[in-house]
Nanobody, 120 residues
Framework: QVQLVASGGGEVQPGGSLRLSCAVSGFAFVYASVSWVRQAPGKGPAWVSGTDTDGTKTYYADSVKGRFTISRDNAKGSLYLQITNLKPEDTARYSC?????????????WGHGTQVTVSS
């Protein structure tokens, strides 16, 4: 059974930082590109960032470039998203996903998300 379980979300002030983690199991993680997607309240889903099988190639949406860093640890079966300089418009539920190296993957590839709320 494929499982992608995100954690690390929370409520932070603008300018703050968070590190999201995603524990992956049930598929050959080391051979898969993976990504982060987000969905803000009342809006459609948006691709955030993707990385290739060994993390050497990373891609970001323009809205997060320079503030977000995606990484992975294949030995631990984990994906990460370091978020800095958070803005209110970053408020969303963040999910990790199989695929989605450079664009939004199918929703049935996503795992359980974690809520990030940016508020003063």
């Amino acid at each position: 059974q494929v499982q992608l379980v995100a954690s690390g979300g929370g409520e932070v002030q603008p300018g703050g930082s968070l590190r999201l983690s995603c524990a992956v199991s049930g598929f050959a993680f080391v051979y898969a590109s993976v990504s982060w997607v987000r969905q803000a309240p009342g809006k459609g889903p948006a691709w955030v960032s993707g990385t290739d099988t060994d993390g050497t190639k990373t891609y970001y949406a323009d809205s997060v470039k320079g503030r977000f860093t995606i990484s992975r640890d294949n030995a631990k079966g984990s994906l990460y998203l370091q978020i800095t300089n958070l803005k209110p418009e970053d408020t969303a539920r963040y999910s990790c996903s199989r695929g989605g190296l450079m664009n939004l993957p199918p929703s049935d590839y996503w795992g359980h998300g974690t809520q990030v709320t940016v508020s003063s």
